[in-house]
């Protein structure tokens, strides 16, 4: 097995980047299901680093669900259908199929959670979506502070439904979809486009205000889909 391992920069915190590294290599399949690493002194020599710098690598893999350590034996990457957490590179949403598929799982999550924070939201999730909104008008173009005012406004539709899990699963996806909204935000200048995304999440804001779940289902799933469009996903509508 020849697995392509740089030299870790000392200035990261080493366990995290040296873990974040196997990670991707079990991943992209280059380290197989079932497959044992190299040894604590293979990749402590490898990565010019300590053993127990290793040892605290494979701990957080370990935790990750991505490996399974066995007493004097060693570590052996796990099948995906046995792991236990999400691991997804940003390196990977640049291949648009990947991303699409991300896409995908966005949509039904999403839809869901408009409809749950439009039953559940109280007054002090709608001043957050409000002042989130208001961060993302004014401009002729899309600015990196808007941005991330889109992505709080999505954050706070998760929080509005009151569920720690819509929180957690949209807030996850959020950080990786940032990348593509960047890239639309790049690609589409125009001021008729920022207006559209604009008008979208009002319509939004204004179905959850009216505490109307089927209309906010609705006025998400045109938002996602429109949005899709923008990136060129191509998405099936059903």
Do not use: C
């Not at 497959?35 to 370990?62: D, N, W, Y």
């Not at 066995?70 to 990977?92: M, P």
């Not at 706070?156 to 899990?165: C, M």
Request: net charge negative; charged share 25%; proline share 2%.
């Amino acid at each position: 097995m020849v697995i392509d391992f740089s030299q870790i920069r000392r200035n990261e915190h080493l366990p995290a980047r040296i873990a974040s590294q196997i990670g991707r290599e079990i991943s992209d399949g280059r380290i197989a299901p079932g497959e044992k690493l190299p040894t604590e002194h293979i990749l402590a020599k490898t990565f010019g680093v300590s053993r127990s710098v290793v040892r605290e690598a494979i701990a957080q893999l370990r935790n990750e669900g991505l490996v399974e350590t066995r007493q004097g034996v060693g570590a052996f990457a796990t099948d995906f259908e046995h792991r236990q957490s999400i691991r997804i590179e940003q390196g990977n949403l640049a291949d648009q199929a990947s991303f699409r598929s991300l896409f995908q799982l966005r949509l039904p999550l999403e839809i869901e959670a408009a409809g749950l924070a439009a039953a559940n939201h109280t007054a002090e999730d709608l001043v957050k979506l409000d002042e989130a909104l208001e961060q993302m008008t004014g401009g002729e173009k899309w600015t990196e502070k808007g941005v991330l005012a889109d992505l709080a406004f999505h954050r706070q539709i998760a929080a509005s439904t009151h569920n720690e899990y819509f929180l957690l699963f949209l807030g996850f996806i959020a950080e990786r979809i940032h990348l593509a909204i960047d890239t639309a935000r790049e690609a589409a200048v125009l001021t008729e486009i920022v207006e559209v995304t604009i008008a979208e999440h009002v319509a939004i804001r204004d179905a959850l205000a009216s505490r109307d779940p089927i209309r906010a289902r609705e006025a998400m799933r045109h938002h996602l889909h429109g949005a899709a469009s923008r990136l060129d996903l191509q998405l099936k509508v059903y």
